[in-house]
């Protein structure tokens, strides 16, 4: 049976599912992101939005929970041979992604109040406006929201590439120990601590 | 009785009635009046405003029997501070502002509900469609003025506003509520 929380060697099943709830949810928002930009102003558009902020709001909840789940279950150790650089590496791109997390679904809101559109999260629960509607602000804060976007984008790929960088070339078991499942046909290694 | 008093009582009798309605007849002071509305875009509420509209107000709270209100609205000054959603509003799925670019509202069955409150039933003429659309108010006598403060609701698809696929209810809600603030002096 799979173990709820994380221990010295593996992550545990509510750490793995925030992770790959949060992947699905990013590439939705995405997706919708460019469903958007691509529509002519109308209620097709509307209806993206609106999904994309919902979504959004989404995450930034997860992002939350799994910060406070991380704080109160320490991760597991990095594997015994990597390097200094990659400890360092490692660590502030993490920070950076649960930045981003955090930091894009506000840019989000932002620009939500400052054009009059205000973020209703799935027509359930409607949020309250952060500032008052200002086109400058609009424009301003939709540049960084996408600039941001590219970002994480890069970011994201960085560390899935180094995820694999770790199974096919090091063999540690970084990918393998936050996966939902076990790879078929290999062993479970034992940690390298 | 000899034709000149009968003239003479009947030119008092208009002077008086003129006075009487000139007592209550106001001019709407647009720098300071302001016309709102609330409606639904995906679930969230949203305000916008008229930036251009005339009333023409008879009111006296002692004699609603006189009273009347008879209100204009340029549908071209809908700001709703995104002019993406302006264009789209003013379009033709919703006003169709170049075939119907004022609505029109008319007033002049009213009652008191007591402690300066009031209810006017009057017709809203938006688009090609006049309906029936009370609104509650009050009315307070202020700086030599007045100030007449009121809402209303009303569902826009009654009135046509959102054709085709604007008709979807639930990206943009059917009801929408009317404010109002005018000053009159």
Do not use: C
């Not at chain 1, 099943?13 to 997706?31: C, D, M, N, S």
């Not at chain 1, 952060?130 to 790929?157: D, G, M, Q």
């Amino acid at each position: 049976m799979m173990q709820l929380k994380n221990d010295q060697s593996r992550y545990g099943a509510i750490a793995k599912a925030f992770h790959w709830a949060i992947v699905a949810l990013v590439i939705t928002q995405f997706i919708l992101a460019n469903q958007a930009h691509d529509l002519p102003a109308g209620l097709e558009k509307l209806q993206v939005l609106a999904r994309h902020k919902s979504v959004g709001i989404t995450i930034f909840a997860l992002a939350v929970l799994r910060l406070l789940w991380r704080l109160f279950n320490p991760v597991p150790a990095y594997p015994a041979a990597m390097p200094r650089w990659q400890h360092l590496a490692a660590r502030s791109s993490h920070f950076l992604l649960y930045a981003l997390l955090l930091v894009l679904p506000i840019l989000g809101w932002l620009m939500s109040s400052a054009r009059n559109f205000p973020v209703s999260w799935f027509g359930i629960v409607t949020l309250p406006d952060l500032i008052r509607p200002n086109e400058a602000a609009f424009h301003f804060l939709h540049e960084a929201h996408e600039t941001l976007a590219k970002v994480l984008f890069v970011l994201a790929l960085i560390h899935a590439a180094a995820a694999l960088k770790h199974h096919f070339i090091d063999k540690d078991d970084v990918l393998r120990r936050m996966l939902p499942v076990k790879l078929k046909g290999t062993p479970d290694r034992a940690s390298s601590d | 009785m000899h034709t000149r008093l009968k003239l003479a009582s009947l030119a008092a009798l208009t002077l008086l009635f003129g006075l009487a309605l000139a007592a209550t007849q106001w001019t709407l002071q647009p720098g300071e009046s302001q016309l709102t509305f609330v409606a639904t875009q995906a679930g969230a509420k949203f305000e916008g405003r008229f930036e251009k509209f005339e009333a023409d107000i008879t009111f006296d709270p002692e004699s609603l029997a006189g009273a009347r209100f008879d209100v204009r609205v340029d549908l071209r000054s809908v700001n709703t501070q995104d002019s993406e959603r302006d264009s789209i509003i003013k379009g033709p799925d919703l006003f169709d502002v170049d075939r119907w670019p004022t609505a029109h509202y008319v007033a002049d069955s009213f009652t008191a509900k007591g402690g300066g409150k009031f209810t006017a039933r009057g017709k809203l003429t938006l688009r090609d469609v006049t309906r029936v659309v009370p609104i509650e108010f009050t009315f307070e006598r202020a700086n030599g003025g007045a100030w007449l403060k009121g809402s209303a609701t009303l569902n826009r698809l009654d009135f046509g506003v959102g054709q085709g696929e604007w008709k979807d209810t639930e990206s943009v809600g059917n009801e929408v509520a009317v404010r109002f603030s005018l000053r009159l002096m």
